[in-house]
């Protein structure tokens, strides 16, 4: 007797009549797999996934099996072995990594990192069954629901998030834009307390950041600034909401809007995050004409490398997707054809009429997408973001209630007015008159395995990169005296708030914060 897979038979298993598909051919002893269905069901040629009624398989010799019913196409049997691995994945994912051992004394506690459960495993196995390696179903799927999350038009995935702030920057060069596209000499108004991948587009491509100081109290850019930073050539505002904290949306899109410049939001800390604009609640990232994400591990939500850029306006779009396939005109899905109905009908620049559109490239873009495995991580995670950030808020407040206390010794962070942050990390700047310094406290943290991060870059004109140009004294411009970014670069350290961090792990945070504070009066 020949057995192949998706056959189905009736056998005799533990003393009754079953109907049984299989799902291996027979083996040299005459054994194969078989995965029951239900009692009532009859031989149907058509078997349906509700027809099975276990969820692991069963071994069963020849000598079981009396006679042949029908056969399932392979589509069925597909989906049904689909099925199979994905129920093992689970199994293997709560063995592997479901058990999370409860707090002890000398377990590290991390800053931030992955917070992830069998949903996120069971998309990346579904989307590596497939075997569609660039973008497919699940990338859309994602740039679909985070736009709607969002409450955009347009929602771009990238391969990081520093990448989407390569592509929200190159966006604004494109000729598509006119005289508002940016050109090489003019200028970006930013920040130097801030993440490298913020400013560094506008170098790379010519144009020259200047920098102004933030505002003490919430680590974003000093508003009362802006005008002293304007010239005839300021064309944007590039800058991060630090911490998740949102900077003065209100001022900055007013200051923008007043001088015809583009605002683009690094939102990559703050996804979640919501500012009071114009008499209604706003998620940051959705104000300025361009947002971009980070979905790197530390993340509110992560991919393991991924990020994203989104707007509400079509040229953008056009520029970011263009930019980011390689700078090609043609806007065609991974293995789609002639999306617009005229591939092989069109006139483009010098070349002859006609030319495959595929093959138009309208700007000198990149390769930065992504695969789809990476966005079915990213769609199980989106489904928790509501649920994470509160979390992050949580955990932000106890250690903002465990150290008021403290207040005297470390500037504790504030949000700024009329927002609701969600909040990336948790920002303390030891005080001009403390009996320590930053160092120490972050030695003696380090020490009980308690993980700190700086404030990014501190002053990014001060690292090495700009070594060169701080010698020139070219290719920037810096308004005022930068001395709060200073501040932030000698005397701050944040602390992690992700989900993965439970009570007991906040509470030991703040009590070795105390005992080390009270310990050197």
């Known amino acids: 007797m020949t057995i192949q897979p998706g056959s189905i038979w009736q056998v005799n298993w533990r003393g009754e009549r079953r109907a049984a598909i299989a799902l291996t051919g027979s083996d040299e002893s005459g054994e194969a797999q078989f995965m029951m269905l239900a009692p009532q069901a009859e031989a149907l040629a058509n078997v349906t996934e509700s027809q099975i009624t276990a969820d692991k398989t069963y071994t069963i010799h020849v000598d079981q099996i009396e006679s042949f019913l029908s056969q399932a196409d392979n589509r069925f049997l597909e989906s049904l072995l689909r099925k199979r691995v994905l129920i093992e994945a689970t199994r293997h994912y709560r063995i592997k990594h479901a058990a999370k051992p409860p707090f002890s004394l000398g377990r590290p506690i991390s800053y931030g990192g992955r917070f992830y459960d069998e949903r996120e495993v ?148 703050a996804l979640g995050s919501k500012y009071f604009y114009d008499g209604q609640w706003r998620l940051t990232g959705t104000i300025g004409h361009i947002g971009t994400s980070s979905f790197y591990p530390p993340h509110h939500i992560t991919m393991g490398e991924g990020g994203a850029v989104y707007t509400n306006d079509p040229r953008l779009k056009r520029a970011v997707e263009s930019f980011r396939d390689w700078g090609r005109d043609c806007w065609c899905a991974s293995g789609k054809d002639n999306t617009c109905g005229r591939r092989f009908s069109q006139k483009f620049g010098e070349l002859p009429e006609g030319y495959d559109h595929k093959y138009v490239y309208t ?101 090495p990169l700009f070594d060169e140009m701080r010698a020139s004294g070219a290719g920037y411009r810096v308004v005022g005296e930068l001395l709060h970014t200073d501040d932030v670069m000698n005397r701050s350290f944040w602390l992690g708030v992700y989900p993965g961090l439970g009570a007991e792990e906040i509470r030991f945070i703040v009590e070795e914060i105390r005992r080390f504070a009270l310990s050197n009066f």
Not at 124 to 152: H, I, K, N, Q
Not at 214 to 229: C, G, K, M, Q, R
């Open 122 to 269: 069971l998309n990346l196995v579904d989307s590596s069954l497939d075997f569609w390696l660039t973008g497919g179903r699940y990338v859309e799927r994602f740039e679909r629901e985070l736009a709607t999350f969002l409450g955009v038009r347009y929602a771009l995935v990238t391969n990081s998030g520093s990448s989407a702030n390569l592509l929200a920057f190159m966006a604004l060069t494109s000729p598509m834009l006119k005289d508002r596209r940016i050109c090489r000499g003019d200028e970006v108004i930013t920040v130097a307390a801030s993440f490298p991948t913020t400013v560094n587009p506008i170098v790379q491509f010519g144009a020259v950041p200047v920098f102004v100081d933030i505002d003490p109290d919430t680590y974003n850019i000093d508003v009362s600034h802006l005008e002293a930073a304007l010239s005839d050539r300021t064309k944007a505002v590039m800058i991060a909401h630090t911490m998740g904290n949102p900077f003065d949306l209100q001022r900055v899109r007013e200051f923008c809007d007043k001088h015809r410049l583009w605002l683009i939001e690094d939102n990559c800390d």
């Open 363 to 463: 700007h000198f873009g990149y390769n930065l997408k992504i695969t789809d495995m990476q966005a079915a991580v990213g769609c199980a995670q989106l489904d928790k973001l509501p649920g994470i950030v509160e979390a992050r808020k949580r955990n932000w407040r106890m250690l903002y209630e465990g150290l008021l206390p403290l207040a005297n010794l470390f500037q504790l962070p504030r949000a700024t007015d009329n927002s609701d942050p969600s909040w990336f990390g948790f920002l303390l700047t030891v005080r001009d008159n403390a009996p320590f310094t930053r160092e120490r406290i972050v030695r003696h943290l380090e020490n009980k395995g308690i993980q700190t991060r700086m404030l990014f870059a501190g002053n990014l004109l001060r690292q």
